[in-house]
């Protein structure tokens, strides 16, 4: 028994080593060798980018996009929360409805007694001119406010050129109302 032992592993041995002479063979061909270099390759680009992506401008350049992006969530939560609010005071919905006033009564001059306007008419017109400017006016310091405690950002910065735009409109209305 102990003499098949050993020959049972003798015979293992051998072709042990007869598969590491293949595989060693096998190493040697040319398509072996040439996947070989493609790695060895890819691992020298591989190594040059993890070494790029440490230097001080590339990791500042990351932080820079982290801050952006915490930055764009910030201001994205604010303005939400924003318009959460504006939307639970009512001032959008009181807008809305003062402009529609403001329009059926503009749309109501000309109608009525011989296409005359009642002194009347134009008091309740100027009271809703009034209270559309009052509201705007609430509108746009509500997001000046917003805007200010936010960082600047792009999406910021849009919203401030609507936000003049929108006092423009306020003091041109409120301008043209007055010299009537």
């Known amino acids: ?8 592993k003798l015979h293992d041995i051998k072709e042990t080593a007869s598969d590491a002479v293949e595989i060693m063979r096998q190493i ?5 060798q040439e996947s070989m270099d493609k790695v060895r390759q890819t691992l020298t680009i591989a190594k040059e980018i993890i070494e ?5 401008e590339i990791v500042k350049n990351i932080e820079n996009i982290r801050l952006i992006s915490e930055n764009m969530n910030q201001a994205s939560t604010k303005m ?8 639970e005071t009512g001032v959008i919905d009181e807008a809305k409805e003062l402009i529609k006033s403001t329009k059926s009564k503009i749309n109501s001059f000309g109608v009525g007694d011989e296409g005359m306007i009642s002194g009347q008419d134009l008091r309740d017109v100027t009271t809703a001119i009034k209270e559309m400017l009052i509201s705007i006016k609430g509108l ?3 997001v000046k406010a917003t805007v200010t405690s936010s960082k600047k950002s792009a999406t910021i910065v849009n919203i401030e050129k609507t936000i003049k735009e929108a006092s423009d409109v306020y003091n041109t209305v409120r301008h043209d109302g ?3």
């Open 1 to 8: 028994m102990v003499g098949q032992e050993k020959t049972s």
């Open 28 to 32: 040697g061909t040319p398509g072996v």
């Open 52 to 56: 790029a992506l440490k230097t001080p």
């Open 80 to 87: 939400q929360d924003t318009m959460k609010q504006l939307k």
């Open 140 to 142: 746009v310091d509500e």
């Open 178 to 180: 007055a010299k009537r």
